[in-house]
């Protein structure tokens, strides 16, 4: 039995190269509505990223399949921006200014689509693997500059950061608060279940569907989303987690909870981050 609730992953990719829409049917098979659809990292498309420019092609194709997902009757929001990892690559051939350069300009590309209504927010972060401290205060000004970009637009920014517990998060608001953007706009993606510090903060977290996260994250409230991280790569099938398990996850949850936390998750919370409707 489908739920009769929209039901939105906070957080897919989806890739013509890899299942594609495959993998979106099997998310509406299993009673998935809504996807956030965030950009897959430039290069896992095989893009090399010489110039700011080249995020156009990344950002049509997130576009592009936007569009084909629509079609299918699942409605798709894109998230667009610049993966934080990709300043190791960019320094691998160019200065650690030359790379911040580039990657802001990409942010700013993607802050355009937004402005033109084809994006709902802008994706950015900090590397979640050990850098240098150069490399480390890099990234965070790249972050900010996309907060402010965020400020600029009212939208939304997405977060692919390290492993998060309140100090992190703590860092982050401040950085975010510095450039005046309104702190619900600030989503931690790949969040744990801490509902009551994101909330005492400001910042809205994107939970992680793994076992007994959103139990967890209940016990705490309702001010948050959830999301799979699924990556479409056909070397890692289900890579983070597969496209059915929200749907099925909230429909097993709902026996227990019932349904009015899930429209607060699953539309309520959605449409007042990304500012979009979430109709069922």
């Excluded at 890099?138 to 500059?145: A, D």
Aim: hydrophobic fraction near 40%; charged fraction near 30%; charge should be negative.
């Amino acid at each position: 039995m489908l739920a009769k609730i929209s039901v939105t992953d906070n957080h897919m990719h989806i890739d013509s190269r890899a299942r594609g829409l495959e993998a979106v049917k099997e998310f509406q098979n299993s009673g998935g509505t809504h996807i956030i659809l965030v950009t897959k990292p430039s290069w896992s498309l095989g893009v090399t990223i010489k110039k700011p420019e080249d995020y156009i092609t990344v950002f049509d194709e997130t576009i592009e399949i936007g569009s084909k997902i629509k079609k299918m009757g699942v409605e798709a929001f894109p998230v667009l921006g610049v993966h934080p990892a990709e300043i190791s690559r960019l320094i691998e051939h160019m200065e650690l200014q030359e790379a911040m350069e580039i990657m802001k300009k990409g942010l700013e590309i993607a802050s355009d689509y937004v402005e033109k209504g084809l994006a709902v927010g802008i994706k950015s972060g900090r590397p979640h693997y050990p850098v240098t401290a150069e490399v480390w205060a890099t990234s965070n000004e790249i972050m900010e500059y996309a907060f402010s970009l965020g400020k600029e637009q009212d939208c939304a920014v997405q977060l692919h950061t390290e492993n998060v517990g309140k100090p992190e998060l703590q860092d982050i608001t401040e950085r975010a608060k510095r450039t005046g953007i309104k702190l619900y706009r600030v989503v931690k993606h790949y969040s744990p279940p801490l509902i009551s510090v994101c909330e005492e903060l400001g910042l809205f977290p994107g939970v992680i569907c793994f076992k007994g996260a959103i139990e967890q994250a209940l016990e705490e409230g309702t001010r948050f989303m959830m999301e799979t991280d699924y990556i479409d790569d056909l070397d890692r099938p289900g890579a983070v987690l597969g496209p059915k398990t929200i749907p099925k996850r909230t429909i097993k949850l709902m026996e227990t909870y019932g349904e009015e936390p899930f429209w607060i998750v699953h539309k309520d919370n959605p449409e007042k981050v990304y500012n979009i409707e979430i109709e069922v």
